[in-house]
């Protein structure tokens, strides 16, 4: 065989490839579990290096579709442009979370090999980069590989649980509420929680209980509760202080309670005379 025919061959192997990248690609970005599914090969083989380990076709499912984005606020994008060659196909991406600072992005490299059309190998190279909003207003980025053995996708799942936790069972009401009770609650240990709080997500413990706690009243407030009551309702919301209250207030809304009511009222007004 002449170079000629086997640049060609390269070429419409290459092509071949592209297709089925392209495919694997589109069906991420539509988060369609099924078309994703459907491109791994019966012999694929996922290899996590982050977490060290090595998946079949059997384990992808419940992988695939604890990391598809599905709420808002989670993006996942391709950062780089798709570099292909014969079999085999790089891509990189970052799936971004916000956090109490900023935003948590998680950056994921993929070497992808392809066989008969189907994604056959996937060699995963993950890392975990936190930015927090800096004093002018950008971002800076620093590395916060996690030291507790956990992957940035598991950390992803955990935030996850964390945040439906609160959504859904308002441990925050309790002005006891400690870390200890949220990790035994959510299934976690202390120390992870401690992590994704302090490493990830740019905040503590209490700074994200009574963030928690404010949303909670300003949701209140907006539904029509009486604006005159506002110190009952920060004590019914779990603070255990006012001073704590208003602190966060300020820190949150940069308006007093008493500002933030004027706002509410004369907005209220302002609808009623259209």
């Not at 599905?70 to 950062?79: A, K, N, S």
């Not at 950056?107 to 993950?126: F, H, K, S």
């Not at 963030?211 to 919301?237: C, I, M, N, P, T």
């Amino acid at each position: 065989m002449s170079a000629d025919d086997l640049f060609a061959d390269d070429a419409a192997q290459t092509e071949r490839t592209r297709e089925t990248i392209l495919r694997y690609h589109e069906s991420w970005k539509r988060r369609d579990l099924e078309a994703v599914m459907a491109l791994y090969h019966p012999d694929i083989e996922y290899n996590d290096f982050y977490q060290q380990r090595c998946m079949r076709l059997d384990d992808l499912r419940e992988y695939v579709e604890n990391n598809l984005p599905q709420r808002p606020g989670e993006l996942l994008e391709h950062v780089d442009r798709i570099r292909i060659d014969g079999h085999t196909a790089f891509i990189q991406f970052r799936i971004s979370l916000l956090g109490g600072e900023g935003l948590v992005t998680f950056r994921t490299g993929e070497a992808i090999t392809v066989r008969d059309g189907l994604i056959w190998r996937i060699n995963e190279y993950a890392t975990l980069v936190r930015e927090v909003c800096g004093r002018e207003g950008g971002f800076t980025g620093r590395s916060a590989i996690s030291r507790l053995g956990l992957s940035p996708r598991q950390l992803q799942q955990m935030a996850r649980d964390l945040q439906e936790y609160f959504q859904n069972s308002k441990p925050f009401l309790d002005a006891e509420l400690n870390l200890q009770q949220v990790a035994t609650a959510t299934g976690y240990s202390r120390n992870q929680i401690s992590h994704l709080l302090n490493q990830v997500l740019g905040e503590s413990f209490y700074r994200y209980v009574n963030r928690a706690r404010l949303q909670y009243l300003l949701d209140e407030l907006q539904a029509g509760s009486d604006l005159k009551r506002v110190d009952e309702l920060a004590f019914a919301a779990g603070f255990n202080s006012l001073s704590a209250f208003y602190n966060c207030f300020r820190r949150h809304t940069g308006l007093s309670p008493k500002a933030y009511l004027k706002q509410i009222s004369s907005r209220a007004r302002a609808q009623d005379s259209h």
